[in-house]
C-alpha cells in the first residue's frame, strides 16, 4: 500500500503500477500513469457564437426566395461549424483533465440546443405585403373645359354620362402618350388639335365591341377597308342631340343595320374594334370629339372644332357587354 505520486490518494500495490524512483518504490494509479505527462489543469471556456442579425423569417421578408435559400444554407453551415469547434473543445478540455460535467453554462453546444425552434419560411411573403399603389384619379387629372366661362358639358348636356366605346376595356385612355389628344401626327392641319393628333387611340384586341357612347343619330358610314381618305379605315360617325359628334375609327367591321339615320343609344354596339388603315400601329380605336362652331347646326357637316375627348371618356362607365338591339331608323 502506498500513496500515488500523482493524485496523493492511497493505492494496493497489486492495483497500481509500481516504478522505481531515485527515492525508492513509488505506486502509481493505472489512471494517474496514463496521464503523467499531462499539463496542469486549465479551465476551458467555449462561447457561442454570435446569433444572425436576421431570422429567416425576416430574410423572407427582404429577399427573395433564391437569395433566401443561400442565406439560409450559409446560417446552417456556420451553425454545423459552431457545433464542431463547441465538440473540439469538450474533447480537448476532457483529453486534459477538465470536468466536463462541471462546464461553463455558456458553452455553444447549450447555446444551440436551447435556441427556439424558427418558423419555416414562407414563399411570397414579401409579395402579400407589397403596397398597392393607388388608381389614379383620372377626372382630377383631367378636368372638364370651359367655354367663356361655361364648362362644356353644361353647354352641351350630351357630354354627360357616356359609356365607354370600348367593351371591357382594361383602358380608359390611350396607353402611351403618343396616342393621346394632341400627340404629333404629320399631315393633319388643325389648330386646335396642337401637333396633329384630333382623338384619343385606345388599344385592344381586335372584334371587341365598340359602341355609342350616348343616344344620337348615324351621319357618316365608311365601310372601305382602309378609309376614303386612306387613313381612317372603316368608321362611323355619330350627331348627338345637341349638335356633338362623335367618331369610331379603324374599325375591323362595322354592324349590319348601322347605316346613315340609324338612331343609336348609348351601348348599342356599332362595330368592332381593328386597325383598318393603320400602317404601324397596334389595333386600336381612334376616338374623335367634335362640337359645332354654331350651335344648332345639324348633319354631316364639317364647320365643327375637334375637342379632346380625355375629360369625358374619364367619367364614362366601362360595360361588360354590348347592346345588340337593332338600330331604329327615323319615319320619312
Avoid at 500523482?6 to 505506486?27: D, M, Q, S, T, Y
Avoid at 463547441?86 to 466536463?100: E, I, K, M, T, W
Avoid at 351601348?267 to 359645332?292: C, K, R, T, Y
Wanted: contains cysteine; charged residues 20%; proline residues 9%.
Amino acid at each position: 500500500m502506498g500513496d500515488c505520486p500523482k493524485c496523493g490518494c492511497a493505492v494496493a500495490l497489486h492495483k497500481g503500477r509500481p516504478l522505481v524512483a531515485p527515492n525508492g518504490i513509488e505506486v502509481w494509479h493505472l489512471s494517474c500513469w496514463s496521464i503523467r505527462h499531462a499539463r496542469p489543469v486549465e479551465e476551458v471556456t467555449v462561447v457561442a457564437p454570435t446569433p444572425p442579425l436576421f431570422s429567416r423569417r425576416r430574410l423572407a421578408q427582404v429577399f427573395d426566395s433564391g437569395v433566401v435559400a443561400t442565406v439560409d444554407r450559409t446560417v446552417r453551415s456556420a451553425r454545423r461549424a459552431a457545433i464542431g469547434v463547441g465538440v473540439l473543445a469538450v474533447v480537448g478540455a476532457a483529453s486534459y483533465g477538465v470536468n466536463v460535467d462541471h462546464a461553463p453554462a455558456r458553452s455553444s453546444i447549450a447555446s444551440i440546443e436551447s435556441a427556439p425552434a424558427e418558423a419555416p419560411i414562407e414563399r411570397g411573403i414579401a409579395i402579400s405585403h407589397e403596397t398597392v399603389p393607388p388608381t389614379p384619379d383620372l377626372a382630377a387629372q383631367f378636368p372638364i373645359p370651359s367655354m367663356r366661362g361655361t364648362p362644356l358639358n353644361e353647354k352641351f348636356p350630351s357630354l354627360d354620362g357616356w359609356t365607354h366605346p370600348v367593351i371591357a376595356s382594361d383602358l380608359v385612355l390611350a396607353k402611351l402618350p403618343s396616342g393621346m389628344f394632341g400627340a404629333d401626327r404629320d399631315g393633319v392641319m388643325r389648330r386646335e388639335c396642337r401637333n396633329g393628333h384630333c382623338g384619343v387611340d385606345i388599344s385592344g384586341p381586335i372584334g371587341r365591341p365598340i359602341v355609342a357612347v350616348t343616344t344620337g343619330v348615324v351621319v357618316h358610314v365608311d365601310r372601305s377597308p382602309n378609309g376614303r381618305d386612306g387613313r381612317s379605315g372603316r368608321y362611323v360617325r355619330i350627331e348627338h342631340a345637341d349638335g356633338v359628334m362623335t367618331s369610331y375609327m379603324h374599325l375591323s367591321s362595322i354592324r349590319r343595320g348601322i347605316d346613315v339615320g340609324s338612331r343609336v343609344d348609348a351601348g348599342d354596339q356599332i362595330g368592332a374594334l381593328g386597325a383598318s388603315g393603320v400602317n404601324s400601329a397596334s389595333p386600336h380605336l381612334h376616338f374623335a370629339l367634335e362640337i359645332p362652331n354654331v350651335p344648332g347646326t345639324h348633319g354631316d357637316h364639317v364647320n365643327t372644332r375637334y375637342v379632346d375627348p380625355a375629360p369625358f371618356l374619364a367619367r364614362s362607365t366601362i360595360s361588360e357587354t354590348a347592346d345588340r338591339r337593332h338600330p331604329a331608323k327615323p319615319a320619312f
